[in-house]
């Protein structure tokens, strides 16, 4: 029989994954039938998954987190057996102050283009009027990543730098009305800034962190245990709607489907742009090509590697202060659940890592890398400024921040 | 804390002024408070602060709470920080809130008893809102079918040269014989008639059921 599973989300591209696959069948081949659940802000998308109106839920990876060490609330374990997706964010800032920092005609230099942005701030900062940079939730991919290039150009994030939260519909208006200089936000909301003329893209988070963790698919923890069967044929759905979303030939089907007013409700155009990693930088300018601008399924992107939950924790700690612990170390990785991907696809055609945690950024070219089933081949994964994140040496590599 | 004893400040943010009011109306049954209602985005943080609420009330569908939520996890370092509500000793009143479409925040230290008569209320009002609205769309479908009625009866008065009385008794027997709603068989005859003779003149197409439909506005 099948089985209903309410799966909330926000408006975002990066929502694409349990859309088509209720759209295209994948749930039901798995004996699943998706209700898909829409929201306009986080903490509602939260709740709803928190008090039992969703089964599981488009969340940004920290704050499944964040729910789960009790930050800001009491604590609710949660629990992530699919990453939907890794990056797919921009910055874009003001155009006038994009002009100033970053060369036209393509994406800029992220260390260059901080540099030149560090020298505006402090500007700013003697004149009284900070640098103003929007992200769109305190427990988001898009703040850890902005605050960490920001700290690695030099600029003090809260101190050189205000950083404040902004809902994404509303990044355009914000710049246009001057109330922020800057947004690290997800499409189409970056595009729909360019569009209107009020910002330029400058960087995609990809160029922060090559193949950093972004939204993941939550459950509460008691939940995905209760219902074990359907969150693992949820997996197998998910995997089979990331192939179709990566194959170029149903780019076109995909836009129309997700600009739907069901689900995004935005321009079937700019969203095939971002499925087909392009931007329109600047209004009235020729779309540049990115590649993995998003990154939905090829090398596992779909693995909850263990040390990715343990890098936002990190950040989580960098950020809010508090001393390093290991338990709570180990109780942020266990949000991400590698045993329960691993069960949902042993056997299939899906190759699987061999490992469960690994060492982030090390990888400088293609590497293939051990596995139960399958082949993979890691490209590049680096931070921009060449750290690496070892989960064994957490404390050290804290200590070793800027 | 002395203010514990005192009035208690309640703000209510919601988008939707009808909505809001109806919330205010019912919070005001309750002694030793005092209502602001926020319906407007901009500036809805400054605004929170100069009301230095004890009790916030959002409805769910608002897109500023994550940037409320922000303002609170910030104002954690002020005299007066304010949390998300999580009374754990019930969880089923927190979910029947949520249910209800309504999140609360409350000053740190305030007793969950003075805040649940509140939250209480609010789940009624909204409640009692959703119900409204809902009598209200269905209440525009009524019309959008009696419209429907009327213009099939009229395209029986015109082509069979009966008498609006008539047109209306045929519809009705028409129904009875074959188990169905009166304005079943009336968006029938319009789609009939639309079939054979095109969509009625004017400057718009008319929509075949005149049910529905709003205006898709560009992104």
Redesign the interface.
Known sequence: MTQELAIGFLPLVDACLPILAHEHGFAEAEGLSLRLVR??????VL??L????TDAAHLVAPLAIATTLGR???AKPLSVPFVLGLNGNAITLRSDLAAYVCPAGGLGDPAAVGAALAQVAHRRMASGRALRLGV???YSSHNYMLRYWLAACGLRPDQDVEI????P??CADALEAGEVDGICVGE?WNS?AVERGVGTIVLATAQIWRRGVEKVLAWRESVMEERRPQAEALVRALVAAARHFIDPANWDANAALLAR?AYL???PEIIRRAISDRLLLRQGGEPVHYPDFMFQYREAANFPWVSQAQWLYTQMLRWEGGAFDSVEAARAGRVFRPDVYRAALIGSGEPLPGASSKVEGSLAGPMAVGTQQGLITMEPNHFFDGRIFDPAAMPAYLAGLP | MLWHAGLMRIAVVDESAARASVIREGLAEIEDCEIFVVTERRGLVAHIGQIAPDIVLIDLGNPSRDVLEEYFAVSRALARPIAMFVDESDEEALAASVEAGVSSYVVDGLAPHRIRPILDLAVRRFNAFSRLEADLADARGRLAEREAVDKAKRILMQSRGLAEHEAYAELRATAMRQSRRIVDIAEAILTADQLLNGPPPGPSARRPTGRKGHDRTAP
């Open positions: 929201d306009v802000s986080w903490a509602t709740d709803r928190l008090y039992g109106q800001g609330r009491p769109v939730h305190r404040a939260t902004i809902a519909p509303f189409p729909v007013r409700d935005a321009s």
